[in-house]
C-alpha cells in the first residue's frame, strides 16, 4: 500500500475515513464526494455527493464498471474500501429509512443489528433523536422519529401484569431504552435494543428504585434518589450511571438531601438533581454532582418561588441550550432559571395542560436546541387572556425554539391531529442514535 493511503485524514477524522485519499474523499464535513476505487481498477469512475443533512432521492447510488458482486458475501475483519465508503453513506440515511438497508444484502443487514451503523452516526454527528413514549392506555411504547413526521409501534414489554398496570420511570443511554417498574417479584429494569427491536431483562441498578430523577448525557443515563420496594424503605440518596457498552451500573457519591419524586438534567456538564420530597417534607433545594471533585454541592432554595400543591408531579424541567426551563404545574408558565441568581424568569404560557392533573401526564422534553411538550391542548383563547380551556382528548405536541429575552414564546403545533393517542402521558425519553 503506498504511503499516501496509509497517512491518516486531516484533523483527526472519523477511523472509518482511515485509507481514504484526497482521491476518494472531498470535504466530508461539507458534502461527501466518493469514488470507488477497490481492484481492479476501472476505466472509468462516476461520482456521488451525499449532503448534509440527509440522503436526497435524486441522488444516485455508486457506479463501477466492475462485475457484480454475489449480495450475501460475509464481512471480513479488514472490510475493503468501498465498504467503508458504503457504511460512510448509509449512516447518512434519516434513521426511518434504515429498515431498508435490511433488505438490500447480508451485509448490510449486519451493518444495522450490530448497532454499528449507530456508531458511525455518533462519529460524523448525524445521529437523530427520537421520542420514546407510553401513552395511558396503551400496551407498547411509540418511537416517533424526524420531528414527528414518522412513528412505529415498539414490541410489547413481555413483563407481568403488575409492570404494565404499574408506575414505571424510564431513561435512554445510547440505543437502549430503559424502563423500571415492578413485577411481583419486585423493581426490574427491561431494556429495549434499537437495532434489533427487541427487549430484554436487565441489568438491574446495585439499588433498584422507583420515584426516581434520572437524565441522560451522551451515551450514559444517570440517576438519583427514589425509593425501594420494600414497605418501609427509606428515601435514597444514592445515585448511580449506567454504561451501556458495558451493560453495567456504577455507583456515585451519595447526594446530600435523601430525595423521590425528584428530577434531573445535565446542564454545565453537570449532573443536576432538582425538587422532590423526602420524610421531613417538601424540597426547594437542587444539588449537581461535581465530577472534578466527586461530591454534591447543594443549591438552597432553587424552587422557593413555585407553588406547593398536594401530590404534584415531579418537576418539569428541560434543558435546551445548555439554559434550564420549567413548567410551573399550577399556572402552565414556563420559566427560565437564572443560574446567577439563582431564581426564575416567566416567559409565558405553555400551549398544554399542566394544571389538570398537577404536572401529571404532561411531557417536558428538549430536542437540542428545542423545547416539546405533550399533553393535553391549551386553547389559543386561554393562552390570551381567557382562561378557557380546549383541545379534547387528544394528545397534542407543540416545539418552540425558546427566547430568553421574549415575554412570550412561538409555539409550532407539530402532529396536526393526526396521532389519536391519549392526552395523558405516562412516560417519555428523548433516545439520540
Partial sequence: MSKEKRRDTKGGKSKHLNGLTKKHVTDVGKGLFVGFCGPPKPKKVRFCEVGRDEFDQKTAILFSNQEPQDADYSISNNPSLDYQVESLIFARLPRWEHWKLCLLNKRNLNLVRSGEIFKIRREIKSAEPSVCMLASGESSWWMFDGGFESRRKLPVVPSDVCFHSGDKESVCAGTQLL???????????????????????????????????????????????????????????????????????????????????????????????????????????????????????????????????????????????????????SSNQLKLYLKKSNTWKPLGLVPVRADCNRGWGVAFKSLGNELVVIGGALSTSSMVASGSYGGGDCMAIYSCRPDPEACEQTWKAIDSGRYKLSHFIMNCSIMFA
Avoid at 212 to 218: K, M
Avoid at 306 to 312: A, E, F, G, N, R
Wanted: some cysteine; charged content about 25%.
Fill in 179 to 329: 424502563v423500571s417498574g415492578r413485577e411481583i417479584d419486585g423493581i426490574v429494569i427491561w431494556r429495549y435494543e434499537l437495532a434489533i427491536n427487541k427487549w430484554f431483562k436487565g441489568p438491574s441498578m446495585r439499588n433498584p428504585r422507583c420515584l426516581f430523577a434520572s437524565t441522560t448525557c451522551g451515551n450514559y443515563a444517570f440517576v438519583a434518589g427514589g425509593i425501594g420496594a420494600s414497605a418501609n424503605s427509606r428515601v435514597y440518596d444514592t445515585a448511580e450511571m449506567y454504561n451501556p457498552e458495558t451493560g453495567s451500573w456504577e455507583t456515585l457519591p451519595r447526594m446530600k438531601r435523601r430525595r423521590k419524586l425528584c428530577s434531573g438534567c445535565f446542564m454545565d456538564d453537570r449532573f443536576y438533581v432538582v425538587g422532590g420530597r423526602n420524610e421531613l417534607g417538601e424540597l426547594t433545594c437542587g444539588e449537581y454532582f461535581d465530577q472534578v471533585k466527586n461530591q454534591w454541592i447543594l443549591i438552597p432554595d432553587m424552587l422557593k418561588d413555585d407553588p406547593v400543591l398536594t401530590c404534584h408531579s415531579p418537576p418539569l424541567i428541560a434543558v435546551a441550550n445548555n439554559e434550564l426551563y420549567s413548567i410551573e404545574a
